[in-house]
T-cell receptor, first 115, second 115 residues
Framework: EPEVTQTPSHQVTQMGQEVILRCVPI?????FYWYRQILGQKVEFLVS????????KSEIFDDQFSVERPDGSNFTLKIRSTKLEDSAMYFC?????????????FGPGTRLTVT | DQQVKQNSPSLSVQEGRISILNCDYT??????FLWYKKYPAEGPTFLIS?????DKNEDGRFTVFLNKSAKHLSLHIVPSQPGDSAVYFC??????????????FGGGTRLMVKP
């Protein structure tokens, strides 16, 4: 069964550094999402992406964050200057066609640790 | 943001018995609801969903009930198995005024099924 994959599984970075988290959504899916879960807290929506543009973003998704689908398969989340509070699990998700189904399929996550 | 709440942080059930996980929501714009199961260090795995036009959806051992007037849904697992032990998240989304189909998650309920 097709799966969403994410790399790396764990990323450690120093405060102020840039990180790029990578996702490969399910191949025929058209809508892509990033969520995060800070330890002990809820899973929170960050951004949704369709047709090479952001369709919706949360308050968390400020100017330090950006998303890109550079090559038709990868979907990346960039944090320009990481802060300690960016430490979290970051999950990528995708839907094939949101007019037909609303079931988002999640990747295994990237644990980001900012020191 | 408490639009989706799971008031029980944990639930312990004997193998073979029924597990009932509950979820409440406040936003009447939500028109679909999903349950996800999550193991440690993995992403949420989709279990079952329900549209707001229905009050019940069944898939094998899993049944979701929706009470729109009470803004309440529940997940029933019958019979419970030790492999069902995980954290269960309720999530909600809306197709109206929701260009990106973002999901809003509850805080999760840890289910422990004892042999």
């Amino acid at each position: 069964e097709p799966e969403v994959t994410q790399t790396p599984s764990h990323q450690v970075t120093q405060m102020g550094q840039e990180v790029i988290l990578r996702c490969v959504p399910i191949s025929n899916h058209l809508y892509f999402y990033w969520y995060r879960q800070i330890l002990g807290q809820k899973v929170e929506f960050l951004v949704s992406f369709y047709n090479n543009e952001i369709s919706e973003k949360s308050e968390i998704f400020d100017d330090q964050f950006s998303v890109e689908r550079p090559d038709g398969s990868n979907f990346t989340l960039k944090i320009r200057s990481t802060k300690l509070e960016d430490s979290a699990m970051y999950f990528c998700a995708s839907i094939r066609d949101r007019t037909l189904s609303y079931e988002q399929y999640f990747g295994p996550g990237t644990r980001l640790t900012v020191t | 943001d408490q639009q989706v709440k799971q008031n029980s942080p944990s639930l312990s059930v004997q193998e073979g018995r029924i597990s009932i996980l509950n979820c409440d929501y406040t936003n009447s714009m939500f028109d679909y609801f999903l349950w996800y199961k999550k193991y440690p260090a993995e992403g949420p795995t989709f279990l079952i969903s329900i549209s707001s036009i229905k009050d019940k959806n069944e898939d094998g051992r899993f049944t979701v009930f929706l009470n729109k007037s009470a803004k309440h849904l529940s997940l029933h697992i019958v019979p419970s198995q030790p492999g069902d032990s995980a954290v269960y998240f309720c999530a909600a989304g809306g197709t109206t005024n929701n260009a990106g189909n973002m999901l809003t998650f509850g805080g999760g309920t840890r289910l422990m099924v004892k042999p």
